[in-house]
Protein backbone atom coordinates (compact mmCIF):
# COMPACT_ATOMS: atom_id res chain seq x y z
CA UNK A 1 0.00 0.00 0.00
CA UNK A 2 0.83 3.70 -0.16
CA UNK A 3 2.86 5.34 2.36
CA UNK A 4 3.19 8.50 4.04
CA UNK A 5 6.21 9.77 5.97
CA UNK A 6 6.42 12.69 9.07
CA UNK A 7 9.21 14.02 10.15
CA UNK A 8 9.94 14.27 13.05
CA UNK A 9 8.07 11.31 14.66
CA UNK A 10 8.99 13.88 17.66
CA UNK A 11 10.40 16.74 18.72
CA UNK A 12 10.85 18.87 22.31
CA UNK A 13 11.14 22.91 21.91
CA UNK A 14 10.92 25.64 23.96
CA UNK A 15 7.66 28.08 24.35
CA UNK A 16 7.75 30.68 21.91
CA UNK A 17 9.83 28.62 19.34
CA UNK A 18 8.62 27.82 15.78
CA UNK A 19 8.39 23.67 14.91
CA UNK A 20 8.09 22.31 11.32
CA UNK A 21 6.77 19.32 10.37
CA UNK A 22 6.96 17.86 7.06
CA UNK A 23 4.43 15.00 5.52
CA UNK A 24 5.12 13.28 2.38
CA UNK A 25 3.73 10.72 0.09
CA UNK A 26 6.39 8.61 -1.05
CA UNK A 27 4.82 7.05 -3.74
CA UNK A 28 2.10 8.74 -4.95
CA UNK A 29 1.17 11.95 -5.87
CA UNK A 30 -1.14 14.06 -3.66
CA UNK A 31 -2.61 17.07 -4.47
CA UNK A 32 -4.59 16.89 -1.23
CA UNK A 33 -3.29 16.26 2.29
CA UNK A 34 -4.66 16.35 5.33
CA UNK A 35 -3.66 17.59 9.14
CA UNK A 36 -4.86 16.48 12.48
CA UNK A 37 -4.62 17.11 15.80
CA UNK A 38 -5.35 14.39 18.44
CA UNK A 39 -4.96 15.21 22.23
CA UNK A 40 -4.12 12.24 24.80
CA UNK A 41 -7.18 9.98 24.98
CA UNK A 42 -9.41 12.49 22.38
CA UNK A 43 -10.59 11.89 18.74
CA UNK A 44 -8.64 13.17 15.84
CA UNK A 45 -9.60 16.85 14.77
CA UNK A 46 -9.08 17.62 11.65
CA UNK A 47 -7.15 21.33 11.83
CA UNK A 48 -6.65 21.96 7.89
CA UNK A 49 -7.08 21.00 4.07
CA UNK A 50 -3.35 21.51 2.37
CA UNK A 51 -4.14 21.85 -0.96
CA UNK A 52 -0.96 21.83 -3.44
CA UNK A 53 -0.37 25.09 -5.27
CA UNK A 54 -3.06 26.92 -3.60
CA UNK A 55 -3.71 28.17 0.37
CA UNK A 56 -5.13 25.98 2.98
CA UNK A 57 -8.31 25.40 4.24
CA UNK A 58 -8.75 25.38 7.85
CA UNK A 59 -11.11 24.58 10.16
CA UNK A 60 -13.11 26.40 12.11
CA UNK A 61 -11.63 27.29 15.02
CA UNK A 62 -8.15 26.69 13.60
CA UNK A 63 -5.99 29.62 13.70
CA UNK A 64 -4.39 30.16 9.93
CA UNK A 65 -1.93 32.33 11.29
CA UNK A 66 -0.22 29.78 13.87
CA UNK A 67 -0.35 26.93 11.82
CA UNK A 68 1.23 27.45 8.71
CA UNK A 69 0.70 24.96 6.29
CA UNK A 70 2.40 25.05 3.01
CA UNK A 71 1.84 22.22 -0.20
CA UNK A 72 4.48 23.07 -2.49
CA UNK A 73 4.89 20.00 -4.54
CA UNK A 74 2.87 17.48 -4.63
CA UNK A 75 4.51 14.97 -2.69
CA UNK A 76 4.97 17.70 -0.03
CA UNK A 77 2.97 19.33 2.97
CA UNK A 78 4.43 20.76 5.92
CA UNK A 79 2.68 22.35 9.07
CA UNK A 80 4.64 24.85 10.87
CA UNK A 81 3.96 25.52 14.40
CA UNK A 82 4.62 29.15 14.94
CA UNK A 83 5.25 30.70 18.52
CA UNK A 84 4.60 27.33 20.42
CA UNK A 85 2.90 27.28 23.53
CA UNK A 86 2.19 24.00 26.34
CA UNK A 87 -0.64 24.43 24.75
CA UNK A 88 0.12 23.25 21.80
CA UNK A 89 1.84 20.16 22.92
CA UNK A 90 -0.31 17.25 21.33
CA UNK A 91 0.20 14.68 18.28
CA UNK A 92 0.04 15.87 14.78
CA UNK A 93 -0.84 13.30 11.81
CA UNK A 94 -0.98 14.32 8.55
CA UNK A 95 -2.88 12.09 5.82
CA UNK A 96 -3.14 12.04 2.55
CA UNK A 97 -5.96 10.34 0.25
CA UNK A 98 -5.34 7.94 -2.93
CA UNK A 99 -7.68 7.24 -5.51
CA UNK A 100 -5.30 4.06 -6.92
CA UNK A 101 -7.06 1.17 -8.78
CA UNK A 102 -11.02 3.37 -8.47
CA UNK A 103 -11.38 3.04 -4.82
CA UNK A 104 -10.58 6.01 -2.22
CA UNK A 105 -8.20 5.58 0.51
CA UNK A 106 -6.88 7.56 3.21
CA UNK A 107 -3.28 7.03 4.06
CA UNK A 108 -1.69 8.17 7.47
CA UNK A 109 1.68 9.01 8.17
CA UNK A 110 2.63 8.18 11.85
CA UNK A 111 2.70 11.02 13.68
CA UNK A 112 4.69 13.59 15.38
CA UNK A 113 4.27 14.05 18.93
CA UNK A 114 4.73 17.71 19.90
CA UNK A 115 6.25 18.65 23.59
CA UNK A 116 6.27 22.56 24.08
CA UNK A 117 8.10 23.21 27.26
CA UNK B 1 -26.35 16.01 15.64
CA UNK B 2 -22.79 15.15 14.44
CA UNK B 3 -22.05 13.88 11.39
CA UNK B 4 -20.96 10.76 12.29
CA UNK B 5 -22.08 9.22 15.70
CA UNK B 6 -20.18 6.64 17.47
CA UNK B 7 -20.65 4.86 21.21
CA UNK B 8 -17.84 6.05 22.70
CA UNK B 9 -17.28 2.54 25.22
CA UNK B 10 -15.14 1.80 26.54
CA UNK B 11 -16.03 -2.12 25.62
CA UNK B 12 -14.89 -4.67 27.89
CA UNK B 13 -15.11 -7.39 26.78
CA UNK B 14 -13.55 -11.46 27.55
CA UNK B 15 -11.56 -13.19 24.81
CA UNK B 16 -13.63 -15.07 22.64
CA UNK B 17 -16.19 -12.43 22.85
CA UNK B 18 -18.29 -11.67 19.74
CA UNK B 19 -18.44 -7.89 19.90
CA UNK B 20 -20.70 -5.24 17.64
CA UNK B 21 -19.79 -1.05 16.83
CA UNK B 22 -22.32 0.87 15.61
CA UNK B 23 -22.53 4.33 13.76
CA UNK B 24 -24.83 6.50 12.59
CA UNK B 25 -23.95 9.48 9.66
CA UNK B 26 -25.93 12.24 8.86
CA UNK B 27 -25.66 12.88 5.61
CA UNK B 28 -27.61 10.72 3.24
CA UNK B 29 -25.44 10.89 0.08
CA UNK B 30 -22.29 10.13 1.37
CA UNK B 31 -20.66 7.67 -0.86
CA UNK B 32 -17.89 5.73 1.02
CA UNK B 33 -17.58 4.21 4.14
CA UNK B 34 -14.33 2.92 6.46
CA UNK B 35 -13.53 1.36 9.76
CA UNK B 36 -10.19 2.50 10.79
CA UNK B 37 -8.58 0.90 14.03
CA UNK B 38 -6.09 3.30 15.95
CA UNK B 39 -3.95 1.89 18.81
CA UNK B 40 -2.61 3.99 21.44
CA UNK B 41 -0.15 6.50 20.39
CA UNK B 42 0.00 5.56 17.14
CA UNK B 43 -1.69 6.71 13.80
CA UNK B 44 -5.20 5.37 12.28
CA UNK B 45 -4.94 2.36 9.58
CA UNK B 46 -7.75 1.11 7.21
CA UNK B 47 -9.34 -1.75 9.08
CA UNK B 48 -11.89 -2.63 6.41
CA UNK B 49 -14.07 -0.58 3.75
CA UNK B 50 -17.59 -0.78 3.59
CA UNK B 51 -19.87 -1.83 0.96
CA UNK B 52 -23.54 -1.54 0.06
CA UNK B 53 -23.81 -5.58 0.29
CA UNK B 54 -21.90 -5.77 3.86
CA UNK B 55 -18.15 -7.62 3.93
CA UNK B 56 -16.00 -9.96 5.77
CA UNK B 57 -12.55 -9.97 6.24
CA UNK B 58 -11.71 -13.18 8.93
CA UNK B 59 -13.08 -12.29 11.86
CA UNK B 60 -14.37 -9.08 11.03
CA UNK B 61 -17.73 -8.08 9.22
CA UNK B 62 -18.91 -5.20 8.28
CA UNK B 63 -22.36 -4.02 7.12
CA UNK B 64 -24.26 -1.08 5.81
CA UNK B 65 -28.03 0.35 5.78
CA UNK B 66 -27.88 3.26 3.49
CA UNK B 67 -32.22 3.17 4.51
CA UNK B 68 -31.28 3.90 8.21
CA UNK B 69 -27.81 5.67 7.69
CA UNK B 70 -26.16 3.23 10.02
CA UNK B 71 -22.57 1.29 9.22
CA UNK B 72 -21.71 -1.87 12.26
CA UNK B 73 -18.71 -3.91 12.60
CA UNK B 74 -18.55 -6.73 14.07
CA UNK B 75 -15.50 -8.67 15.24
CA UNK B 76 -15.61 -12.49 16.84
CA UNK B 77 -13.82 -14.56 18.85
CA UNK B 78 -11.81 -11.14 20.42
CA UNK B 79 -8.38 -11.19 20.75
CA UNK B 80 -6.33 -9.41 23.29
CA UNK B 81 -4.76 -7.63 19.98
CA UNK B 82 -8.08 -6.24 18.89
CA UNK B 83 -7.79 -4.27 22.20
CA UNK B 84 -8.04 -0.57 20.29
CA UNK B 85 -10.08 2.35 19.16
CA UNK B 86 -12.02 1.88 16.16
CA UNK B 87 -12.92 4.56 14.04
CA UNK B 88 -15.90 5.15 11.81
CA UNK B 89 -15.26 6.96 8.96
CA UNK B 90 -17.61 8.22 5.85
CA UNK B 91 -16.76 10.18 2.89
CA UNK B 92 -19.38 12.62 1.94
CA UNK B 93 -20.32 12.94 -1.77
CA UNK B 94 -19.30 16.84 -1.72
CA UNK B 95 -16.77 16.03 -4.89
CA UNK B 96 -13.72 16.43 -2.15
CA UNK B 97 -11.27 14.06 -0.32
CA UNK B 98 -12.41 15.33 3.25
CA UNK B 99 -13.56 12.16 5.13
CA UNK B 100 -15.43 12.88 8.58
CA UNK B 101 -14.15 10.43 11.48
CA UNK B 102 -16.73 9.52 14.69
CA UNK B 103 -14.55 9.89 17.93
CA UNK B 104 -14.21 6.60 17.88
CA UNK B 105 -15.38 4.01 20.37
CA UNK B 106 -13.03 2.22 22.57
CA UNK B 107 -13.16 -1.78 22.85
CA UNK B 108 -10.88 -3.67 25.62
CA UNK B 109 -10.03 -7.65 25.43
CA UNK B 110 -9.21 -9.23 28.44
CA UNK B 111 -7.50 -12.41 29.08
Known amino acids: GAVVSQHPSWVICKSGTSVKIECRSL??????MFWYRQFPKQSLMLMATSNEGSKATYEQGVEKDKFLINHASLTLSTLTVTSAHPEDSSFYIC?????????????FGPGTRLTVT | RKEVEQDPGPFNVPEGATVAFNCTYS??????FFWYRQDCRKEPKLLMSVYSSGNEDGRFTAQLNRASQYISLLIRDSKLSDSATYLC????????????FGAGTRLFVKA
Open chain 2, 89 to 100: VVLPNTGGFKTI
Open chain 2, 27 to 32: NSASQS
Open chain 1, 95 to 107: SAPSLAGGSYEQY
Open chain 1, 27 to 32: DFQATT
